[in-house]
């Protein structure tokens, strides 16, 4: 039974030396590596790059799985992580909460308002700056999801570890790549 999570072999392309000049055998050819490629993650293969015979680069797309939840996340990640109305609107409270506390203090001086209402615009302007602070750790936070969507997405991309000429191929497209 073949091992499904190696559904593709690879072999490399380079020779020290010409096999017939080792040993006479004909026209046997043998590899300088073998990587048999899988998936590290369960899919259905959408799509497959390379046929037998292909020559292929490391790095090289081969093949990919199915990844419609995955650009959905992808997609979503990124209007959050764009969206800037929170932040703006923190700027902006913070702005109002710092004109008004001026006015406060300069009220106070002249003695028009109590220590009560100072020390609440003081209050209110320390408050919105603290909004800000936490609508900028939020941005953060939504970047570091928008970089974890894009990683998941990543992972459903099957690239050759090598610079070689596919051997043999166990799977097509349709068929179910398993961690078996």
Do not use: H
């Amino acid at each position: 039974m073949i091992n499904e999570s190696k559904w593709m072999s690879l072999l490399a392309a380079a020779f020290a030396a010409p096999i017939w000049a080792a040993q006479p055998m004909g026209c046997l050819i043998e590899p300088d590596r073998v990587a048999e490629v899988g998936s590290q993650v369960v899919g259905v293969i959408e799509a497959m790059y390379v046929e037998r015979g292909d020559l292929v680069k490391k790095g090289q797309v081969i093949a990919t799985l199915r990844a419609d939840v995955e650009r959905a996340s992808v997609v979503v990640a990124n209007s959050r992580a764009e969206a800037q109305a929170d932040l703006q609107a923190a700027a902006a409270n913070v702005s109002f909460n710092q004109q008004r506390l001026a006015r406060a203090e300069d009220l106070f001086a002249k003695k028009f308002i109590s220590q009560q209402a100072l020390d609440q615009a003081r209050t209110e302007a320390e408050l919105a700056e603290q909004k800000l602070v936490q609508a900028k750790e939020q941005r953060r936070v939504l970047n570091r999801e928008r970089e974890l969507a894009s990683a998941q997405l990543s992972q459903r991309v099957i690239r050759s570890p090598i610079d070689g000429v596919v051997a043999e191929r166990y799977l097509s497209p349709g068929e179910r790549v398993s961690a078996d």
